[in-house]
T-cell receptor, first 113, second 116 residues
Framework: GNSVTQMEGPVTLSEEAFLTINCTYT??????LFWYVQYPGEGLQLLLK?????DKGSNKGFEATYRKETTSFHLEKGSVQVSDSAVYFC????????????FGTGTSLTVIP | DAGITQSPRHKVTETGTPVTLRCHQT?????MYWYRQDPGHGLRLIHY???????DKGEVSDGYSVSRSKTEDFLLTLESATSSQTSVYFC???????????????FGPGTRLTVL
């Protein structure tokens, strides 16, 4: 079946530190991969996506590369800011299961000045 | 931002009472979803719809029913609310893109439901 596993949090970093949040997936078909971000009291917002192997998604300084050989989609940012404090969700959609999405459990990030 | 609203945004109810949550979209997207979000579980799919009057169950559908009589509205009903259904509920929408790509899901602001 389809599933997503992401690193457990919470993660606490100092401002300007390097961020990595690990995400691995299992899929029966050819998934598209996503990172969503959730700020306190809000719904999820798409951060970036990649639709096929070796694609790199990027947005607001965040990047993730679709690695089929390691079934991974790790989120990275070179220099985090206090405003990046949020919960980050890795997700996949698989064309073999229609338009259903499968989410990881989320990783909480706190950036301290 | 995608036009998705949820109502009510907050609700407190008592065990055994029926509750209906509404999701309304102005994007004319075909797919609509209901999730619940609980600490340690991430988002779990309750039900989804792939068109008017076309719905299917997700992984945590017990105790919930849905209806979609119009493209823009997707209702989630708790027939007899229990304390285990205290959660934050999110509606999402998506559209079926070209088969070589998938469009993302867009999320509503959420409904915080407390069952006493």
């Amino acid at each position: 079946g389809n599933s997503v596993t992401q690193m457990e949090g919470p993660v606490t970093l100092s401002e300007e530190a390097f961020l990595t949040i690990n995400c691995t997936y299992t899929a029966t078909g050819y998934p598209s991969l996503f990172w969503y971000v959730q700020y306190p009291g809000e719904g999820l917002q798409l951060l970036l996506k990649a639709t096929k192997a070796d694609d790199k998604g990027s947005n607001k300084g965040f990047e993730a590369t679709y690695r089929k050989e390691t079934t991974s989609f790790h989120l990275e940012k070179g220099s985090v800011q206090v405003s990046d404090s949020a919960v980050y969700f890795c997700a996949l959609s698989d064309r073999s299961t229609g338009n259903q999405f499968y989410f990881g459990t989320g990783t909480s990030l706190t950036v301290i000045p | 931002d995608a036009g998705i609203t949820q109502s009510p945004r907050h609700k407190v109810t008592e065990t055994g009472t029926p509750v209906t949550l509404r999701c309304h979209q102005t994007e004319n997207h075909r797919y609509m979803y209901w999730y619940r979000q609980d600490p340690g579980h991430g988002l779990r799919l309750i039900h989804y719809s792939y068109g008017v009057k076309d719905t299917d169950k997700g992984e945590v559908s017990d105790g919930y029913s849905v209806s979609r009589s119009k493209t823009e509205d997707f209702l989630l009903t708790l027939e007899s609310a229990t304390s285990s259904q205290t959660s934050v509920y999110f509606c999402a929408i998506s559209e079926w893109g070209d088969r070589s790509t998938y469009n993302e899901q867009f999320f509503g602001p959420g409904t915080r439901l407390t069952v006493l």
